[in-house]
């Protein structure tokens, strides 16, 4: 009896703190686990009995790298349960500084956590030696994600100036100006990277995944909407626990999430536009097609051309809503509180975000549901992976773990996020 | 410190959300020169590269709230010729310290099906609690150009120059006009430490202290201001109670509001 095991006590280029275990016995892959051991830091116990205006600063600091998701999830879940409704510029205020959250997290993304699988390097910094130019712009695209997040922020890491109702401060028309020259390169950059990740070298790998996301009327999905999928769901966010459990593993501190009646599911760039491409902008719908990306993209590896595509949209969206701003006349819109139970979710670049609150009569948190994009996609990426091994059973060692934790990449993984959660072993026997 | 080889850089991560080592990766007009400098010897987040056992400078991020992770930070400790603790999970436990005032076993039940899965320690506890540190930087999230200065002063053998006075200076400095005064708005500015350039003022609201306690804080003083301005009890425990609610002058104040 042959057994072998592929083991990564602490992976790598992710957010967080995680590990990897696959076990196979007689050239079959016998138990996978994506470990996830960074320790558990309980908001949602901790936000009970506080005001539903701390929602946005609390939650931001579950994550450092998509604060505003959190902001924007539980933004919109308080303004559900007081039934108000943020619009016009407010609202497009809001997915222009979530556009800098995705042009900051994809280029962090493409160029510094996964184009080093594909280009066999350890890091970007390593990268950068060979590739300085493509490194350089990549930054600069970073860069400038983070500069529209300073500007109605206040800050790029946990933003200051976003509020149940709106904003504290709102940003003139002029503030922008300097903004357009940028984000056209930015476009124009992000353009040239469809073209780049899209030459990368592809394993042969797909799988039939049930892709999850929002879906909005009349734009590609950032903040609200239905949840849809590929296999026929259509729920609006009050059914959605109706939908979906989240269930708790020993190997890991952040809980599974699976769909009550299909399982396991997928959410992230890829569910995105395989649901909504209709709704990219113009140019990132031209850049999908140069490249022959074509829906259903069903190779999780090729989510890095897609979070290409979806940084070339973030940059049009941007431009969009900056040359459409006007100055609102108030910064946020009035909010009384009273009690009642608020759903919210948005899209964060690494998949839905979930939240849910229940609030007594002056605002005040009851109770608070908070489901990560991460802990939805625990499930997908260990079978992924079963998967992977299994038909790839021939290689080293070194080159399956390294492809393993290639395939968790490919998921823009975010521990901190689900530990409200990675470790790569394989075990050959 | 003086090198014949470049000083090699470690970064790791406790109990936290990412951020404050996800400024070095933000450090985007710097990032380059600062890799020039230094060797990244073991930087998770950003590399699967590995080297050595021993490191010039350890930036440790997250608070101790696990058994394993308060034997880990002696390990990172040994392995180490300078420590510096960055952002507030480190310097003061963190929002997750909020457990520090209930019983963590409570929280457990809340979040997880299975608590018998989950080992956690009853409190979040600050880095320096457990070893010896040799600065502290403040902030949630830091400063990236804090963070800057820090690594090179410790490079060039210099003080750092951070000041501990209050977010007051930050804003006379911005030229914000004083949201308590002016405004009647709650701020926290007047007992925390810069840091952060003042931004919340700058936004029209009131500083909620991301970098803690300054050096000697009068909370006292301050709670009767907020008081003056319609504050109730509630609301003051509640904004000592935040991000560096574990830090003394701030624990020991929101005690007073207790239920």
Redesign the interface.
């Known amino acids: 009896m042959r057994s072998r095991t592929i083991k990564v006590d602490?992976?790598?280029?992710?957010?967080?703190?995680g590990g990897l275990f696959v076990k196979i016995k007689n050239r079959m892959v016998v138990d996978v686990k994506l470990n996830i051991?960074?320790?558990?830091?309980?908001?949602?116990?901790?936000l009970?009995g506080?005001?539903y205006s701390?929602a946005p600063?609390?939650t931001a600091?579950?994550?450092?790298?998509c604060?505003i998701a959190y902001q924007m999830s539980s933004v919109t879940a308080m303004e559900d349960a007081f039934g108000i409704k943020v619009d016009g510029q407010l609202c497009a205020l809001r997915r222009l500084i979530y556009c800098g959250e995705w042009i900051e997290s994809h280029a962090?993304h493409i160029f510094?956590l996964h184009a080093p699988d594909f280009l066999g390097y350890?890091?970007?910094?390593?990268m950068?030696k060979d590739f300085p130019e493509a490194?350089?712009k990549a930054?600069?695209l970073?860069?400038i994600g983070?500069e529209l997040m300073i500007l109605i922020g206040?800050?790029?890491?946990?933003p200051?100036?976003v509020?149940v109702g709106g904003f504290?401060?709102v940003p003139a028309r002029k503030d922008f100006q300097p903004f357009v020259e940028q984000l056209k390169w930015a476009r124009d950059f992000a353009i040239d990277t469809v073209k780049l990740v899209a030459g990368f070298n592809f394993p042969d790998f797909e799988r039939d995944y049930e892709f999850v996301a929002l879906r909005h009327p009349d734009e590609y999905p950032l903040i609200g909407g239905r949840l849809v999928s590929n296999k026929g769901l259509d729920i609006s966010l009050q059914e959605y626990e109706r939908h979906f459990e989240e269930?708790?593993?020993?190997h890991s501190?952040s809980?599974h999430s699976h769909h009550l009646q299909h399982g396991e599911y997928h959410v992230g760039p890829m569910a995105r536009f395989n649901l909504n491409c209709n709704q990219l902008s113009p140019m990132a719908k031209q850049a999908a097609v140069d490249v022959k990306l074509k829906t259903p993209v069903l190779n999780p590896f090729k989510s890095i051309i897609v979070r290409a595509v979806e940084t070339v949209f973030a940059c049009e969206e941007a431009l969009r809503i900056i040359e459409q701003y006007e100055m609102p006349e108030n910064?946020s819109v009035e909010v009384t509180p009273h009690a009642g139970v608020g759903f919210g979710a948005s899209e964060a670049p690494r998949g839905t975000l979930y939240h849910r609150y229940r609030l007594d009569h002056n605002g005040r948190i009851a109770d608070a549901k908070i489901v990560p994009p991460t802990s939805q996609n625990q499930k997908v990426i260990e079978s992924d992976l079963k998967e992977y091994v299994s038909k790839n059973m021939a290689l080293s060692n070194d080159k399956l773990t390294?492809q393993c934790?290639q395939a968790v990449r490919n998921y823009d993984p975010?521990i901190?996020c689900s530990c409200?959660f990675l470790k790569l072993h394989i075990e050959r026997e | 410190m003086s090198h014949k080889h470049k000083p090699k850089l470690a970064v790791w991560?406790?109990?936290?959300?990412?951020?404050?080592?996800?400024?070095l990766?933000?450090c985007?007009?710097e990032?380059?020169a600062v890799?020039g400098q230094i060797e990244?010897a073991n930087?998770?987040?950003?590399?699967?590269?590995v080297t050595g056992r021993s490191y010039d400078i350890s930036l440790v991020e997250?608070s101790i709230?696990?058994p394993?992770?308060a034997e880990r930070i002696h390990k990172i400790r040994r392995a180490s010729k300078v420590l510096i603790t960055i952002g507030a999970c480190a310097t003061a436990g963190?929002?997750?310290a909020?457990?520090n005032f209930?019983d963590?076993r409570?929280?457990?039940n809340?979040?997880?099906?299975?608590p018998s899965?989950?080992e956690?320690l009853n409190k979040s506890t600050p880095i320096s609690d457990h070893i010896y540190v040799d600065f502290e930087l403040r902030g949630?999230?830091i400063n990236k150009y804090q963070l800057v200065e820090v690594l090179s002063a410790f490079l060039f053998e210099r003080k750092p120059n951070i000041p501990k006075h209050s977010v007051c200076i930050e804003c006379k400095q911005r030229g914000n006009i004083c949201v308590m005064v002016a405004h009647g708005t709650p701020c926290l500015g007047p007992v925390t430490q810069a840091g952060?350039g003042a931004?919340?003022p700058?936004?029209?609201?009131g500083c909620?202290s991301?970098f803690g306690p300054k050096e000697t804080p009068n909370t006292g003083s301050l709670s009767t201001q907020w008081k003056k301005l319609g504050a109730d009890g509630d609301s003051l425990m509640?904004a000592f109670r935040?991000?560096n609610a574990y830090a003394d002058p701030f624990r020991k104040e929101s005690e007073i509001y207790e239920k």
């Open positions: 602490a992976l790598a280029r992710v957010e967080g703190e051991y960074e320790p558990p830091r309980f908001f949602e116990a901790f009970r506080r005001m701390e600063d609390i600091r579950i994550c450092g790298i604060p962090l510094f350890e890091d970007a910094i390593r950068a490194v350089e930054l600069k970073k860069k983070n206040g800050r790029e890491i946990h200051i100036n509020k504290y401060r269930t708790h593993v020993p501190t809980l910064p390294w934790e975010c901190s409200h | 991560k406790f109990a936290s959300c990412d951020g404050c080592q996800l400024s990766l933000d985007e007009d990032l380059l890799a990244i930087f998770l987040e950003a590399s699967r590269a997250g709230t696990t394993h992770d963190g929002i997750q909020l457990r209930k963590v409570d929280f457990t809340i979040v997880y099906a299975n899965y989950i956690t949630c999230p952060c931004i919340c700058a936004y029209n609201r909620y991301c509640r935040g991000f």
